[in-house]
């Protein structure tokens, strides 16, 4: 075989396991003001999830996110590399609440995102979105890795 046909066939089972990789899936909550903007996450909570995150991924649902579980309060720095979309990324801490928001982060940036300090979770949605729903520093995220929901 040519190396040429065993990169291809190297990405082909690569994008194989992308395709055919299945997150939990959950419901959120982020308490904005008077309102409550509800999504649907992709729960990263594995090395490979944390590191795949929405790579590859050419659109998400205005009320679709992912939801990357550190597990621990810990610093946390976010890339957009192999991203096609625009995010929006929230840095919640172990409390659940926001601290900062990173918008509209650049597709294929490699470009460090972070709030200097340690959190426990970040929230990816549509770049855009925080903005549109109002959502700000300080608003407040539900759910269970939060210990929030009462359920």
Do not use: Y
């Amino acid at each position: 075989m040519t190396r040429h046909l065993i990169t291809f066939i190297a990405a082909l089972a690569f994008l194989g396991q992308l395709a055919f990789a299945q997150l939990a899936v959950s419901p959120l909550s982020i308490k904005s003001d008077e309102a409550v903007h509800s999504f649907t996450v992709e729960m990263a909570d594995t090395p490979d999830a944390i590191r795949d995150g929405l790579m590859f991924r050419e659109s998400l649902a205005p009320d679709a996110g992912m939801l990357f579980d550190f597990g621990e309060v810990r610093p946390a720095s976010m890339w957009m590399k192999n991203t096609l979309i625009p995010l929006d990324m929230l840095f919640i801490d172990a409390n659940g609440e926001v601290i900062a928001i990173a918008r509209n982060a650049v597709p294929g940036s490699l470009r460090s995102l972070g709030p200097g300090v340690p959190v426990r979770a970040v929230l990816e949605i549509a770049g855009g979105r925080a903005k549109e729903l109002g959502i700000n520093p300080g608003d407040k995220v539900s759910h269970p890795i939060f210990g929030n929901t009462g359920g």
